[in-house]
């Protein structure tokens, strides 16, 4: 063989001189190689859903990540919001509610003494940390008795829980009292 068949052949197109050459045995295993593997990714995690995806990967490790802080402030507003997603913490706080609330506020918390609580007003905040205030410490000057330490913290947990549930389900009752949340 001559150096120039080793080489590739020669073509001259337009007075430009070019080479054929063949590609290295390395490349052409990497170029095979991605084709497959990218052919097999495709089919194990958007053809065959064997493997989670990316986005799903993202929130499940979002809500763990929402859950520990959670866990690190018991009563914080994003703690409260997760209570509120549990079932059977809100069954715990309704059973709670009939107990200790009902007298005040309804069976079906729309108010009779108390305020509504399925409206969007409020007349202490809507908020999830403003309601346990509210439970917890009362307000005297409104009627309302301090349940935080007849109750404990988890009954009084459980009970916003349940009333965050409720809320804005605009059951009939009462005329909506304080300023609407946003």
């Not at 809507?126 to 309302?144: L, N, Q």
């Amino acid at each position: 063989m001559s150096s120039s068949e080793k080489q590739g052949v020669l073509h001259v197109y337009d007075d430009i001189e070019e080479m054929d050459n063949h590609l290295p045995n390395w490349w052409l295993f990497l170029l095979w190689g991605s084709i497959v593997f990218g052919a097999g990714y495709w089919y194990y995690y958007h053809v065959g859903e064997m493997g989670s995806s990316s986005v799903a990967v993202y929130k499940a490790e979002a809500e763990a990540f929402e859950k520990k802080m959670a866990a690190q402030q018991p009563d914080s507003d994003l703690a409260l919001g997760l209570l509120a997603k549990n079932p059977e913490m809100v069954a715990q706080g309704k059973e709670a509610f009939m107990q200790t609330c009902a007298a005040c506020h309804g069976p079906q918390a729309q108010g009779t003494i108390g305020p509504n609580l399925t409206d969007n007003a409020w007349l202490h905040g809507g908020k999830p940390m403003d309601i346990h205030k509210v439970v917890s410490e009362g307000v005297v000057a409104k009627g309302m008795p301090a349940w935080g330490r007849t109750l404990g913290a988890e009954r009084v947990r459980s009970i916003v829980a349940y009333v965050l549930t409720i809320k804005n389900t605009n059951v009939p009752g009462k005329p909506p009292q304080g300023e609407p949340e946003q």
